[in-house]
């Protein structure tokens, strides 16, 4: 398990900040392809060092790996303001999604399957019907695909831009992720609510996620 991947590409804020309104539904379609493959990886070598190791054993060791990645990534970050409070929820969203596809891979769910991009929006609450999540994401795809042909971000107001964003990635990191984000313009707050709500937010996903994917 790789922790090379530990943000979002630069490639992907750009799509977001040019689309701020479909903000996780970038993030989602990007995680399945950027991180899918890893978490197949990961779970296929893990099977091979450990032929005798169960399903849940490898979602709870995926599971505390990331809780402890998204805790750590909310006590070390020094930036502040807006532009600060957009990265951090930007960096536990990315983590949040790479630990479900872990955990979908330990339990043999396809974790590249472009279907994962709606299980994400589902787990992580931005949607709570497959059938709109998956509009969204086409609405996303779409809009993609066109920006590739027509460049707009230049004429997008930046502060109205950051706080749309940011408020759309809170929303998908979990509801306790806005506490952080407003934390972050208050010197000093960060680092002391930024290991609680990240781990909080990310144990909530991690048991959202074993219930959805595991057998029993």
């Known amino acids: 398990m790789s922790d090379d991947d530990t943000g979002p590409p630069g490639s992907l804020w750009t799509r977001m900040k040019a689309d701020p309104q479909y903000a996780p539904e970038h993030l ?5 392809r950027r991180l899918g493959p890893e978490a ?6 893990a099977r091979l060092e450990h032929p005798d190791v169960t399903p849940d054993a490898l979602a709870q060791q995926a599971a505390r790996r990331f809780i402890n990645h998204a805790r750590l ?7 502040t303001g807006l532009p600060g409070a957009v990265v951090d929820v930007g960096v536990l969203a990315w983590t949040q999604s790479r630990m ?3 955990i979908a891979a330990a339990y043999g769910i396809d974790p590249a ?11 992580q609450k931005v949607h709570k019907l497959a059938t709109t999540a998956r509009l969204a994401l086409g609405v996303a795809a779409g809009r993609e695909r066109a920006s590739r042909l027509f460049a707009d971000t230049a004429a997008r107001p930046l502060t109205g831009m950051m706080v ?5 990635l809170a929303q998908m990191a979990g509801v306790r992720a806005v506490k952080r984000m407003f934390a972050k313009v208050i010197p000093g707050a960060a680092v002391i609510l ?5 781990s909080a937010a990310t144990k909530d996903l991690a048991t959202r996620t074993r219930q959805l994917y595991s057998p029993a």
Do not use: M
Request: charged share 20%.
């Open 28 to 32: 989602a379609l990007e995680a399945v």
């Open 40 to 45: 197949q990886h990961w779970a296929d070598h």
């Open 73 to 79: 990534s909310g006590a070390v970050s020094g930036a």
């Open 100 to 102: 479900v596809l872990h």
């Open 113 to 123: 399957d472009p279907e994962r991009a709606t299980d994400l929006l589902i787990l």
């Open 164 to 168: 749309k964003l940011s408020v759309k």
């Open 194 to 198: 930024g290991t609680w709500v990240n």
